[in-house]
């Protein structure tokens, strides 16, 4: 319970944050996709369920302010983002910061491309590398800059619920 | 301890399935809500009292430490540029009568086509930029005024003088405008100056160097030129009509060699944009 009401907040604090500070520090126009590292960091650390929960709940977010009416897309991408990530769970060592560095840029690639060809190549937008090179590129440095930092303060909450989840199951025992 | 054992051992569905059903979810919600608004509507009233008022303050927040950051880069360039600007006032003297007279001619031209009291015409309500679409992809906004405040979809939005763009959906107490510079936008519009129709798209490729696409323009006598403005057309059926939107910045003869197509700069600086006008008069009143 207490995970999920942790979870609820970071989520609504990513989300708010994403769309109001982080427009201030955009890079020729490209910001980091704040809420892809969360949902990418849960799938990973927790597994996939999680990750699909908090890919979900993220999408879903984007989808009521941003979907333009339609509700379901973003939610779709990140809860399949979140599986995805769930995948890596039995390979992640928490002291190790190549791995999700790794994942969070692959998955933000994996994400660029899907919404690329659903949002643009299927209105016949074709090229493909300009794109890359204006706006997918960009967005995958920057999202790991930022994944250097904020990973640690995931991990950090992460830890902080695990540690208590084990206390309460240890009384409870 | 045979009631922790009993716990231990419920059903727990495997997460394959679990995404499936989920995703089935998010199929079934993506068509029941793109063809009706009865699950919509709910949310967006409930999200629009929880999230909005952390992103106005958020916004606030932000939007001042910006323009402090702004005023101290300001101030070290200022202070470098200063004594060449001491030496150009003189001329900028002369310049300014110069423009005095052109801002007569400006005001003049203004009547002729009755564009001023078009403007002030319609009735207005501002509303404050509180949010902005999370991805790279698309220009969308938020903005602080809702269905409460008289706000529906469809109303066009400007700033200062210029489009900004359209509301596209409304909650109780905030509403998404999509600006013209998005890529999913498009706008019919004419030039000003001999009323030949055109379309303006926007273009994610043009976003960054601050310019929008305009094609279908039909111009056998090369009579539009660089520097033409360009206003909303009167045969728009979203857009009011005599908005106006920017200046042709380049004109090319399309493939087809029947139409031209080009760039256009938009009046309004879409990078800065804190305070918006909505327009309260439908072009489209049912």
Sequence with gaps: MKRKITLFFLIIICFILQTTCFQYVSLGGVVPNVLLIVTSCFGFMRGKKEGMYVGLFSGLLIDVFYGGGMLGLYALLYLVMGYLNGFFHRVFY???????????????????????VLLFLLRTKMEFFSYLKMIILPE?????????????????????????????????? | MPRVRVKRQRVVLPSKYVLLILSVVCVLLMIVTYTTDFISAPLSYVSGYTIVPFQNGIMEVGSYLSTRADDLKQLREVMEHNEQLQNEVDQLKIENSNLIADKYELNELRELYQLDQKYSGYEKVGAR???????????????????????????????GSGLVGIVTEVGPNWATVR???????????????????????????????????????????????????????????????????????????????????GTVTPVVDFARMDVVLVIKELKNKE
Excluded at chain 2, 217 to 242: A, C, F, M, R
Aim: hydrophobic share 40%; aromatic share 8%; net charge negative.
């Design chain 1, 94 to 116: 928490p002291e190790d910061i190549k791995l999700p560095i790794v994942f969070v840029a692959v998955s933000d690639g994996v994400y660029c491309i899907i919404s690329y």
């Design chain 2, 179 to 261: 600006s013209i510079i998005d890529d999913s936008s498009n706008v019919s519009a004419q030039v000003l100056s001999n009323s030949k129709h055109l379309v303006v798209t926007g273009d994610l490729l043009l976003m960054e160097k601050g310019q929008i696409r305009f094609s279908q323009l039909v111009d056998d006598d090369s009579e539009v030129v660089e520097g033409d403005q360009l206003v909303t057309s009167d045969i728009s059926d979203k857009y009011l009509p005599g908005i106006n939107i920017g200046y042709i910045s380049s004109v090319e003869k399309d493939a087809n060699n029947l139409t031209k197509s």
């Design chain 2, 129 to 159: 930029v509180i949010g902005k679409d999370p991805g790279n992809w698309f220009s969308v906004f938020l903005i602080d005024k809702g269905e409460e405040d008289g706000i529906c979809t469809d109303m066009n939005v400007m700033a």
């Design chain 1, 140 to 173: 995958i440095v920057y999202t790991v800059l930022l994944t250097l930092i904020i990973y640690r303060l995931i991990l950090g909450i992460n830890n902080l619920l695990e540690k208590d989840e084990k206390e309460k199951e240890a009384k409870f025992a």
